[in-house]
């Protein structure tokens, strides 16, 4: 070992190889990615839910959670989910805390959490989970609402790697990103489609801008 360190030591620094570009960057404009983002989702039966401004999403995310009658909605602790809940309910909300026993979590009739990145190509969406809390309210209650702005669209995981390097690259943040593309589901060998068995039977994603 110390004869190839010392050889190699001898010729210039070797530079590392360009990362190919796999999948190319289009830089398709924000509606063309909005709508793909849309139509990917939707087939694997999520829904969409656009807003021009965010007093709209606060009107529509009201009308949804009045019409699927949530009584008891678990709500991530971020910016843009405190900003979208203003018209609803107190009552309803409740916001993680320390150690939330899961049973409980399981027991509400939905979450609302923040997507960092939303993923065009796939429908799919990039959350950062500091805590196990935070992971668990994408998974446990039977219905998740994402909170979205249209800025956040990449085309696909490529052009958005530069975010999630820093973002896992940051030895001050701790978590993980969880990747949600459309409810959960499954199928047997007779290929019958079952949603919400490993995760929510619903999503929905409330996208803004």
């Known amino acids: 070992m110390h004869r190839i360190h010392t050889e190699l030591s001898k010729g210039p620094p070797t530079q590392?190889?360009?990362?190919p570009e796999v999948w190319p960057r289009l830089n398709a404009d924000t509606a063309l990615l909005a709508d793909?983002?849309?139509?990917?989702?939707?087939?694997?039966?999520?829904?969409?839910i656009r807003s021009a401004t965010m007093i709209e999403a606060q009107k529509q995310l009201a009308e949804l959670v009045k019409a699927a009658e949530w009584t008891s909605i678990g709500v991530m602790y971020r910016p843009i989910c405190c900003e979208a809940v203003n018209q609803l309910d107190p009552k309803t909300i409740q916001w993680p805390k320390p150690n939330w026993p899961p049973v409980e979590m399981a027991d509400l009739g939905a979450s609302i959490v923040a997507a960092d990145i939303l993923l065009a190509d796939t429908g799919s969406s990039l959350?950062?989970?500091?805590?196990?809390?935070?992971?668990?309210?994408?998974?446990?209650p039977p219905a998740c609402v994402i909170i979205a702005r249209v800025d956040q669209l990449a085309e696909h995981l490529p052009a958005a790697w530069?975010?999630?390097?820093?973002?896992?690259?940051?030895?001050?943040?701790?978590?993980?990103?969880?990747?949600?593309?459309?409810?959960?589901?499954?199928?047997?060998?007779?290929k019958t489609l079952i949603l919400g068995v490993h995760g929510p039977k619903r999503l929905v994603v409330l996208l803004v801008g």
């Open 162 to 190: 530069d975010t999630v390097a820093r973002r896992c690259a940051d030895r001050e943040l701790s978590g993980e990103f969880v990747i949600v593309t459309g409810p959960s589901r499954t199928s047997d060998i007779e």
């Open 36 to 48: 793909r983002f849309e139509s990917e989702l939707k087939a694997v039966h999520g829904e969409v």
């Open 16 to 19: 590392a190889p360009p990362v």
């Open 127 to 140: 959350i950062t989970c500091p805590t196990a809390e935070d992971r668990l309210l994408s998974y446990l």
